[in-house]
């Protein structure tokens, strides 16, 4: 039994949390590119950027004494997400729509894309140095231990708060994703443009309002994004560049342009990879003397050095057996 | 006064023109029908009015105000609405949802002319909440011209809308468009049942390599032995 | 243009003479050596990006691949590995590999046998699986095996040219599994999948320390020429002997360069050019005309993949240490792609002079941007409002900002790059008319 909460502690959590912040980097990009058609490759470093906006606030607000039931980190995250979505805004203005503006090719954007990665990166390296921080330098990390003795296990589940409330506000921002998306005016134009965006502008919706409503819902998703794995993890500079292929393999499976796919492509992404590292051997545990000894104590499929190879392949088993994802995206 | 008032108009995507001066004028009450040969410019006349492309020179006059190379955001308040000819949907919206995207620009109330639209094209009040890609062709017609109903125009331009339907709804797609015409919206379109749409029409127009080459009403242009020689086939 | 591209080389020179003058000439004749070896990688991703269309992504394994390739011929051989078990096992590892790859193939046969659907899927996956299997089980025990006792496998104490010259083999041959997968997809997702590639070699070559020695690094690289330390035992002043030493290998790498460059630009003008050229700008028109789209492309991304290789192997070679953990896709991949774009994709001219010119701003943003917070720091502190803290590190970050800047400016005012390719389709429209 102890096998098993390990399994469910290494992979359903792990892998929960991991989803969640591949999810929601993975609806900005495939929204991204809906609207716009390029691969945001900067959506990473929004990210990073996300995070260290909600960390300025964090510690502005520990300066100014205001404590809270739950994590600063989480207590200060919607002014983060209005602040990631200006600067959101701004990247775009100075750097994506002069060159829309000139009919610049998709893969123009793409490469624009990288000078702005460069520039993010070395404006964070620039103010906060290269070293790791973290949000719990005051208080640790609150964590739940649930009590399995009824099932005759000794260890409990163990889940930190900040995991809990991560895929709480994440399943909240899912939702309200869906209502704007299915109920409102503009997101029901965001699926209009992103489904034909000529048929769009010629039934007059006005498309440079539904690239900024774009703008600001990645901006703010990629900062929730960005600051939870900070939470999950330390806040480094190169914190998100590191997971932006998972991401977009994740938007990819999904079909880009896609975002529901993109949450399931999150998931996906996110339990392969747990489950990929994690190591079989531990279930066989309770069975050791019965088994022969060349079965080795550690079968994970993958040694965790080479987790980010888990979702390239997914990536690259997607691309040629459905190039358009598991939903059909605006792929064409 | 016209509804629209074309005014020899050049127009192209900035190599040469493809409109060498087209005229055309249009009151609320009429169906323009252009008819013309292949590659005449027809829907390119079209889509100079609907600002697609540039106009070099010329006047268009809507409603009293020069509207050349508006773009669409200005065109549909001001009352233009344009039915393209292809991908004239957005697929994986509900057929209510494409409507409502016909109303994006409106910020009253718009169920009345919902309510309108669904009357018009009983069908579609039926499949309501599928996604437009899953109707047939001639249901999708009528999803497109819904859509460009919605923001309450006073002209409709289609192109070709009887394109790729059968011949059973190529004559329900006309009997709505004289619905639409004679609920008070003006009517200009492009055709390539020629014979069929000038039967019709209150006003015609030949294009010819990007100019009129005749125009009148559709019974005169039916009736011309020219016209008739050169653009219907005898 | 001809008249813009001798311009700008001759800015280029003296912006070189001036930097030999303020920072003087060991300096100077480092900075050149290393440009020059990345203006070779620019030349080849020019090939792939400037030619082909093809979004390379992933130079930075590249880099590495040829890095890797130089350190494991040139290095001196490890004795202790090969008295040791390790040779034997590594062979029982290579046997298991093509016992997986027999299996694959075999897998990938059964359709002429009948067998097809989802029973012929089901038996890929199978054999892959296996295959995987198979060769973990033999390779795991060999690896720990030769990482407890020798350390690595060592080198083949070859010749550096050698070694670089490997480096573009490798390459090549890694360029064309990668090719075969990917080629055939859109821009945007063969920039992803190479990104993904890039990774995975790094994330091989850091950690298969049985062959690499992974983040415990190989040095000393040997060099092709001799160094600093052989001119010192000539009896050649330190200071001058630094200069003599890179001054010979800046020889050695700029003919490399130079002779890439001939190759490439005779190889350009001529029918092939003229075909790549085709391919790249209406991919469908030429697969009507009957070419073969899909090969050519892998023959050019093949071909710009060595030339990367090569340049990795330099690279490594001057550094004269193979670091794994010291390459970072800003430093190795990004950095490449300002240089084909600022100096003009599709002409390799402008490769060239992107690839220096880049190279020179990189190397130079950390100290004028050091001197720059110098100073600031100074009025800041005038005016009390404190200094800037930890200065240098701060400034070394300057550069990818600088970099970030540079391309976004060239995007939005020079989309073409400086010296823009030449359009020759021009020439023969005016010939025919």
């Not at chain 1, 995250?77 to 503006?101: C, E, W």
């Not at chain 2, 005229?23 to 169906?31: G, L, Q, R, T, W």
């Not at chain 3, 060099?223 to 010192?232: G, I």
């Not at chain 3, 590190?393 to 976004?408: C, D, E, H, N, W």
Request: charged content about 15%.
């Amino acid at each position: 039994m102890n096998e098993f909460i390990f399994f469910f502690n290494k992979v359903i959590i792990s892998g929960a949390v991991l989803g969640s912040i591949y999810a929601l980097g993975a609806i900005g990009i495939t929204l991204i590119f809906g609207i716009l058609r390029f691969a945001h490759f900067a959506h990473g470093d929004m990210m990073t950027l996300g995070a260290f906006v909600t960390f300025i606030l964090v510690a502005a607000a520990t300066a100014i004494g205001l404590t809270g039931p739950l994590p600063m980190g989480f207590m200060v995250l919607p002014i983060a997400m209005v602040i990631a979505a200006g600067l959101a805004l701004g990247i775009d203005k100075g750097f994506y729509a002069p060159l829309r503006a000139r009919g610049a090719k998709p893969v123009t954007l793409l490469i624009a894309s990288i000078g702005v990665t460069l520039m993010i990166q070395g404006l964070i390296r620039l103010f906060f140095g290269v070293k790791s921080r973290t949000f719990f330098a005051e208080a640790p990390k609150e964590i739940y231990r649930i009590d399995m003795s009824f099932f005759g296990a000794t260890r409990p589940i163990s889940v930190t708060q900040p995991q809990i409330l991560m895929i709480l506000v994440t399943i909240v921002a899912v939702l309200a994703l869906h209502f704007f998306l299915t109920k409102s005016k503009f997101g029901k134009a965001m699926r209009a443009m992103a489904d034909n965006a000529d048929l769009a502008q010629v039934s007059g919706i006005n498309t440079k309002l539904v690239i900024r409503v774009t703008w600001v819902i990645a901006g703010a998703l990629a900062c929730m994004a960005g600051t939870m794995l900070a939470l999950d993890v330390t806040l480094k500079p190169d914190l998100a560049f590191n997971i932006v292929l998972p991401i977009f393999a994740a938007a990819i499976v999904g079909g880009l342009g896609h975002a529901y796919g993109a949450i399931a492509g999150g998931f996906l992404v996110g339990f392969a990879e747990t489950l990929a590292v994690f190591n079989w051997a531990v279930l066989l545990r309770p069975f050791r003397e019965n088994l022969p000894s060349w079965i080795s104590n550690d079968l994970s499929l993958v040694p965790t050095e080479y987790k980010l190879t888990v979702a390239f392949v997914i990536l690259v088993i997607v691309l040629l057996v459905r190039p358009t994802g598991i939903f059909k995206g605006a792929s064409s | 006064m016209a509804l629209i008032d074309v005014k020899n108009i050049i127009a192209g995507y900035g190599g040469a023109p493809i409109l060498n001066g087209v005229d055309m004028a249009i009151e609320k009450s009429d169906i323009g029908v252009i008819v013309g040969p292949n590659g005449a410019g027809k829907s390119t006349t079209l889509k100079a009015i609907f600002g697609l492309l540039t106009v070099t020179s010329g006047e268009i006059i809507f409603n009293g105000q020069e509207i050349s190379n508006s773009l669409p955001d200005k065109l549909v308040p001001a009352g233009l609405s344009f039915v393209p000819q292809e991908k004239n949907v957005f697929t994986s919206l509900s057929v209510h949802e494409n409507l409502e995207m016909g109303a994006f620009i409106r910020k009253d109330d718009f169920s009345d002319t919902l309510d309108e639209v669904y009357e018009m094209f009983p069908p579609l009040k039926e499949k309501r909440n599928q996604p437009a890609g899953e109707l047939s062709g001639g249901q999708r017609q009528m999803v497109a011209m819904g859509r460009a109903l919605m923001s309450k125009p006073s002209l409709l331009m289609l192109d070709e809308p009887s394109a790729g339907l059968s011949p059973r709804y190529v004559i329900e797609i006309f009997e709505q468009i004289k619905k639409v015409n004679a609920s008070g919206v003006g009517i200009l379109m492009v055709e390539q049942n020629a014979k069929q749409a000038l039967s019709f029409a209150t006003k015609g127009f030949v294009l010819a390599s990007g100019k009129n080459s005749f125009t009148g009403s559709g019974q005169d242009l039916l009736n011309d032995p020219e016209v008739a020689k050169s653009f219907l086939g005898g | 243009m001809i008249k813009r591209a001798i311009i700008l080389y001759s800015l280029l020179f003296v912006l070189i003479i001036g930097v030999g003058l303020v920072m003087g000439a060991p300096f100077t004749t480092r900075l050149m050596v290393e440009a020059a070896a990345y203006s070779l990688i620019a030349l080849g991703l020019n090939i792939q990006w400037g030619y082909g269309g093809l979004f390379n992504f992933g130079i930075m394994g590249f880099i590495m691949i040829g890095g890797f390739a130089v350190t494991f011929i040139s290095v001196p051989i490890n004795m202790e590995f090969w008295d040791s078990q390790g040779p034997f096992l590594l062979f029982k590892a290579i046997v298991a590999a093509g016992i997986g790859a027999l299996l694959i193939i075999g897998a990938n046969k059964l359709p002429r046998f009948g067998i097809k659907g989802k029973t012929f899927r089901i038996a890929q996956v199978l054999a892959w699986f296996s295959a995987y299997i198979i060769f973990r089980s033999q390779i795991d025990p060999a690896a720990k095996y030769i990482e407890s006792t020798a350390g690595f496998v060592g080198g083949l104490g070859l010749p550096v040219v050698l070694g670089w010259v490997f480096g573009g083999i490798l390459a090549a041959g890694v360029a064309y599994i990668i090719g075969k997968i990917c080629l055939g997809l859109r821009t945007d997702y063969l920039a992803i999948a190479t990104i993904g590639v890039s990774e995975i070699i790094r994330a091989l070559i850091k950690n298969m320390d049985w062959l690499t020695k992974g983040t415990l690094t190989v040095s000393p690289v040997p060099w092709p020429v001799p160094k600093p330390q052989d001119f010192q035992l000539m009896g050649v002043q330190t200071l001058e002997s630094f200069v003599y030493a890179r001054a010979s290998f800046l020889i050695v790498v700029l003919i490399v360069v130079l002779g890439a460059l001939f190759l490439i630009q005779r190889a350009y003008s001529g029918p092939w050019g003229r075909m790549m050229r085709s391919i790249r700008d209406n991919h469908i028109a030429a697969a009507s005309m009957g070419k073969n789209v899909k090969s050519r492309q892998l023959e050019i991304f093949i071909f710009g993949s060595v030339l990367i290789g090569i340049g990795g192997a330099i690279l490594t070679s001057f550094a004269q240490i193979f670091d794994p953990g010291g390459y970072q896709p800003i430093n190795h991949t990004f950095v490449i792609w300002v240089m084909v774009i600022v100096g003009g994709a599709g002409n390799n001219f402008g490769a060239v002079f992107g690839g220096v010119f880049i190279y020179i701003v990189w190397v130079l943003s950390e100290p004028v941007s050091q001197a720059l917070f110098i100073n600031i720091s100074a009025i800041s502190d005038g005016f009390g409002w404190g200094a800037i803290p930890e200065i240098e590190s701060r400034a070394l970050q300057m550069r990818v900002f600088v970099l970030g800047l540079v391309i976004t400016i060239a995007l939005r005012y020079a989309p073409k790059g400086l010296i823009p390719e030449v359009i020759h389709q021009q020439k023969e429209n005016k010939k025919a008319q």
